[in-house]
């Protein structure tokens, strides 16, 4: 079992940035692939952005490309999102999850291939 953490959530006014972390504990963190994923209001969950176990792969939206960065840190069992240049379609609640298998690229983006989920955290932004 991997337990996971978000923070880092908050209000912020559109332009600005945020840096978002996920603390794992458990299993040992750097066995798994990690993604970000984002729900907003009344809509489905959708792919943010995703990293590969060693750090080496990086996966992302297309739609976000540019603004958001993903990078972990296994000496801290912690994963970040760095979301940059935040716009108001940018608000929803960030969920971080992990995959103890191998996502092949073509799959990265598909939220049934990862196995373990934290609670998320609300990101809102202000026009």
């Known amino acids: 079992q991997v337990q996971l953490v978000e923070s880092g959530g908050g209000l912020v006014l559109a332009g600005r940035s945020l840096r978002l972390s996920c603390a794992a504990s458990g299993r040992t963190f750097s066995n798994y692939a990690m993604g970000w994923f984002r729900q907003a209001p009344g809509k489905e969950r959708e792919f943010v952005a995703a990293?590969?176990?060693?750090?080496?792969?990086?996966y992302y939206a297309d739609s976000l490309k540019g603004r958001f960065t993903i990078s972990r840190d296994n000496a801290k069992n912690t994963v970040y999102l760095q979301m940059n240049s935040l716009k108001p379609e940018d608000t929803a609640v960030y969920y971080c999850a992990a995959s103890e298998s191998t996502i092949v690229s073509s799959q990265i983006d598909r939220s049934y291939r990862y196995d373990y989920w934290g609670q998320g955290t609300q990101v809102t932004v202000s026009s």
């Open positions: 990293i590969s176990w060693s750090g080496g792969s990086t």
